[in-house]
């Protein structure tokens, strides 16, 4: 089953066309392996029980010669503030307990029409009231970290090859250090936030992408042109395509690397790793200046006002929700600072190609223990650059060190290519080994015992 399950959405894509392998067998592994980990790690919280037929009908369709699309029978999962039809989707809220959204999100219903097939949803945040707390893969007793907790913990550890999260802050690429996988925040406006839940309005949060996770970076690669592209609902979305990462020269690129600034104290750990990533780099050819963007500290600030400004709980009608405290003339002052912020930070990266950071201050922590903030992904929320994260190292514990490569707007294809080129040079993902999250024996879901 191994083989199955740990292989990339992009293997199993490519084997069930020639047919080495039916999506059958695919998805009843994974199905399986879910059995065997989700009970520690509570990283799936509601599963989709058509998987398996739909799996039978993906068979079906091949064996008249009809093939769907690039991800013809493959599984994914998707974080539960995002809808999937017939699914709950609660955001982990109490009062939404009950919601079940008769629709796909543009997103979801991408990656079905490519052939790909829901498993099911997955937990957010650390712990929520609705379904409890999500388990780190690599240690239980340490948190997966962010929103997209769940998508993350699942994927390291073999139940669902790769899945769709959502990002405001960080909360696709603080799971995907802490669970040592990889993921993308794609450049704001590539993917319609539309079917979000909570409903985020493009306009007022310009900081919130959708975007994909998985064990490998060419996963990413895969999903990305999948999910982009106008939906005629969500008016912040650009049409432009991403280009082609393959085709990307990491030779001669220039790249940006800092560590340290006024917000943020990273561990001698993460500085390592950061720096082994960066002496990578240069051996691959990309000139490597440590150097650091103007304002870069105020990033936080401008977040923390954010924070203060009032939200819509609808779609059509002003119910603002929350506790907010910025004036009138406040909220203008604010995004006059937000502007400047963005202004200084295009105008520093017409000298480089890409910046090398780390992901976060430290490795996934224990369960109630301080995490640390969130000083290198909050400012390419700010701008809305793409990000790109990939494993770079491991701590003294045994949890895993990410990096982040943030590139130009719109050229996703420059921050996936660099993670690439990271991931075969320091090893991207390893297996977890899962000692104490296996509580439960594998299984088919068609009562046969394995």
């Known amino acids: 089953m191994s083989d199955l399950v740990y292989a990339s959405a992009t293997t199993l894509a490519r084997r069930i066309r020639a047919r080495e392998v039916s999506a059958q067998e695919v998805v009843a592994a994974h199905l399986a392996q879910i059995a065997r980990v989700n009970p520690a790690l509570n990283a799936l919280v509601a599963a989709d029980d058509t998987a398996l037929a739909q799996a039978q009908a993906a068979d079906a369709a091949l064996a008249r010669g009809e093939l769907v699309g690039p991800l013809h029978g493959v599984p994914f999962t998707v974080k539960d503030w995002i809808d999937a039809a017939g699914l709950p ?45 999500t388990n780190n893969p690599y240690n239980l007793a340490y948190s997966p970290c962010g929103s997209s907790s769940g998508e ?9 090859p790769l899945g769709l999260g959502s990002d405001s802050g960080g909360s696709i690429r603080q799971p995907a250090h802490a669970c040592g996988i990889a993921g993308l925040k794609p450049t704001t406006g590539r993917i319609p936030l539309t079917g979000h839940f909570p409903f985020i309005s493009a306009l007022n949060d310009p900081r919130t992408t959708l975007g994909p996770l998985a064990r490998y970076v060419e996963d990413l690669a895969l999903v990305l042109p999948l999910l982009c592209g106008m939906d005629w609902r969500d008016a912040s979305v650009v049409p432009v395509p991403p280009g082609d990462w393959r085709v990307v020269a990491v030779r001669g690129l220039r790249a940006a690397i800092y560590t340290h600034h006024a917000e943020a104290e990273p ?184």
């Open 152 to 160: 993350a913990a699942l994927i390291a550890a073999g139940g669902s």
């Open 89 to 133: 989707c609660t955001g982990g809220d109490p009062q939404f307990r009950a919601r079940v959204p008769s629709a796909d999100a543009p997103a979801v219903a991408r990656l079905r029409q490519a052939g790909a097939i829901l498993l099911g949803k997955t937990n957010v945040m650390i712990e929520n009231p609705v379904y409890g707390r």
């Open 267 to 450: 561990t001698p750990e993460t500085v390592a790793v950061c720096q082994r990533a960066a002496q990578s780099l240069a051996r691959a050819g990309v000139h490597v200046t440590e150097t650091l963007p103007s304002r870069i500290e105020e990033a936080y600030a401008i977040t923390r006002q954010y924070w203060q400004r009032p939200e819509s709980a609808s779609s059509e009608t002003w119910m603002p929700e929350g506790e907010f405290h910025l004036a009138s003339e406040e909220v203008e002052r604010h995004l006059f600072a937000w502007d400047r912020f963005r202004r200084a930070m295009i105008s520093f990266m017409a000298d480089y190609d890409l910046i090398l950071t780390p992901v976060a201050e430290r490795p996934a922590t224990p369960h109630g223990a301080d995490a640390g903030g969130i000083p290198y992904t909050l400012p390419y929320s700010l701008t809305g650059w793409p990000c790109a994260v990939v494993r770079g190292g491991t701590s003294s514990e045994g949890l895993p060190i990410g990096v982040q490569i943030v590139a130009r707007p719109w050229r996703d294809d420059v921050a996936l290519a660099v993670a690439h080129e990271l991931e075969q040079a320091l090893g991207g993902w390893q297996l977890p080994s899962l000692d104490g999250v296996v509580s439960a024996p594998a299984f088919l879901y068609n009562g046969s015992i394995k």
